[in-house]
C-alpha cells in the first residue's frame, strides 16, 4: 500500500480519509495543517507536521491530496496545490469504490471523487477539484482545476465550469452552461444561462 500525505486537517480531511481508507490503495504517511493544530486527532490519525515540514514529507513520500476544505473561494486550496507541486509532490486521482467514474472520462491529478458521486462518459474533471457526495459531473462536462461540485450538485451535459468555480450543494447547472472563472453558485440555485467570470449566481 502507498503512503499519502494529507494537506489541510479540518472537516474535508476527514471526508478524504474516509475516501481513501474505503478505496484501500493508499494510507496516510502524514497529516500537515497549522502549528497550533499539531496532535489533534482525525478519524483516528493525527496532526503530526505544519507547512515546514512540506519539503522533507515530499521527499520522502511524494504523493499528496490537498485536504483542505473549499467554500467559495479556491484560492488557499490552488496555493496549496502549486507549492507542494514545486517541491517535487505527485497527485494521484482518489475514487470512492462507491462512486463511478467512467471509463470513457478524463480526470486530472489530484481530484477526489466522493461516496455515490457519478463522473459520466466523455466527462473531463480538471486538476485538485472535488465532486462531493453525490455530484452528478454528466457526458460531455469539463470541470476546470481547483473547483468543488459541492455534495448533490448536478452539472448537466455539455457544460462548461471554469477554474476555481464554487458549485454549492443541489444547485443545478443546464445542459450547456458556461460558469467563467472563480464563480460561486449558491446552494440550490439554478443556473440557466452563461455565467461570467467571478459571478456570483445566489440559489
Known amino acids: 500500500m502507498k503512503e499519502l500525505i494529507l494537506i489541510g486537517g479540518g472537516g474535508h480531511c476527514a471526508a478524504c480519509l474516509d475516501v481513501v481508507a474505503a478505496a484501500g490503495q493508499y494510507r496516510p504517511a502524514a497529516i500537515v495543517d497549522k502549528a497550533g493544530a499539531l496532535g489533534r486527532e482525525i478519524c483516528g490519525h493525527k496532526i503530526t507536521a505544519t507547512d515546514d515540514d512540506l519539503p522533507e514529507l515530499i521527499a520522502r ?69 472535488i465532486v462531493n457526495t453525490r455530484a452528478l459531473v454528466e457526458h460531455d462536462a469539463e470541470i476546470g482545476p481547483h473547483c468543488h461540485i459541492s455534495t448533490g450538485a448536478l452539472i448537466n451535459g455539455n457544460c462548461r465550469v471554469e477554474e476555481g468555480c464554487f458549485v454549492g450543494s443541489g444547485a443545478v447547472l443546464r445542459e450547456g452552461v458556461r460558469l467563467g472563472p472563480n464563480s460561486v453558485v449558491g446552494c440550490g440555485a439554478v443556473v440557466l444561462a452563461d455565467a461570467p467570470a467571478g459571478s456570483r449566481v445566489v440559489g
Open 61 to 129: 513520500f511524494r504523493n499528496v491530496l490537498i485536504s483542505l476544505g473549499q467554500i467559495k473561494s479556491a484560492a488557499a486550496r490552488k496555493d496549496l496545490f502549486e507549492r507542494a507541486g514545486a517541491l517535487g509532490a505527485e497527485f494521484p486521482a482518489h475514487v470512492s469504490p462507491l462512486g463511478y467514474v467512467s471509463p470513457l472520462a478524463a480526470l486530472d491529478k489530484g481530484c477526489l471523487v466522493m461516496h455515490q458521486a457519478l463522473v459520466n462518459a466523455r466527462a473531463r474533471v480538471g486538476a485538485n477539484t
